[in-house]
């Protein structure tokens, strides 16, 4: 008997008594019960030191029946801690974060939950940081500005376990892997190791190296020893000239950096 509208009372309840709707859930095997069971929404923690670009991506991500953002952080601090509390599936990340840089964060989280993928979002030259954060363990890049089909399926691809690159970066990608060239070859910045690159950047942006000490919280020798690491991979002549080669670099449109803000 089927249950429809215009029923009499009597045979709703002869169809509920037949359906097994008297007993409830209870009165359910497991195999229905399962079928009742809300699947669950994969979470998300945004990663970024621009409030709107977190807006925009909390939008686009909860737009999505099966997706959903567990938290938010402007720093690698707190983003370590929420990873701790919420077990997110997946970490979305910029380059250039408060105090921090997206690049070590990458790598903490690499070491610390290697299972956990990391897709980096950011406006930085990719080229040069695209490589660079594949070595720390991030498993997508995507340049800001995609529009907000490619950015799903970007982060979709990451989730379930997938790789994700720009067509120009994985065409580039695949040649290095046909020919055995690597990074240093693409890009006169990817002989500098991460931590040799944020320290290029913050001289560039003016700060001393006694500064750039007290931001990376280590000595002021580590960061005159990483100051004359740049100078020899980078070839040049003295640290004026390394100065001169970093404001240069920061200021130039290729550059695409955002600020590390102190």
């Known amino acids: 008997m089927r249950w429809t509208y215009g029923m009499r009372r ?3 309840q002869a169809c509920r008594a037949a359906s097994g709707w008297e007993k409830g859930c209870w009165g359910m095997n497991q195999s229905q019960l399962a079928g009742l069971e809300v699947p669950r929404k994969r979470q998300a923690l945004v990663v970024d030191d621009h409030p709107s670009v977190r807006m925009s991506l909390r939008f686009v991500i909860n737009g999505e029946p099966d997706m959903v953002v567990c938290g938010e952080a402007e720093d690698a601090q707190p983003a370590m801690a929420m990873i701790e509390q919420l077990c997110p599936d997946i970490m979305i990340v910029d380059i250039a974060l408060k105090s921090s840089h997206g690049l070590e964060l990458i790598r903490d989280v690499h070491v610390r939950y290697p299972s956990m ?21 991030a498993r997508g890049y995507m340049n800001k500005g995609e529009d907000v089909q490619t950015i799903i399926h970007a982060i979709r691809m990451v989730l379930d376990g997938g790789i994700y690159l720009s067509t120009h970066m994985l065409k580039w990608f695949t040649s290095c892997a046909m020919t055995s060239e690597t990074i240093e070859w693409r890009h006169p910045l990817g002989v500098l190791s991460p931590r040799e690159l944020q320290v290029f950047e913050m001289l560039g942006r003016g700060l001393d190296v006694k500064e750039i000490a007290t931001q990376l919280a280590l000595d002021h020798k580590t960061i005159e020893l990483y100051r004359q690491r740049i100078r020899v991979k980078l070839q040049l002549g003295s640290a004026p000239a390394v100065l001169r080669a970093a404001v240069l670099w920061t200021d130039s449109p290729q550059a695409e950096t955002e600020s590390v803000r102190t």
């Open 10 to 12: 009597s045979n709703i």
């Open 117 to 137: 993928p990391v897709f980096v979002h950011s406006a930085h030259n990719e080229e040069l940081y695209a490589p660079l954060c594949f070595n720390c363990g």
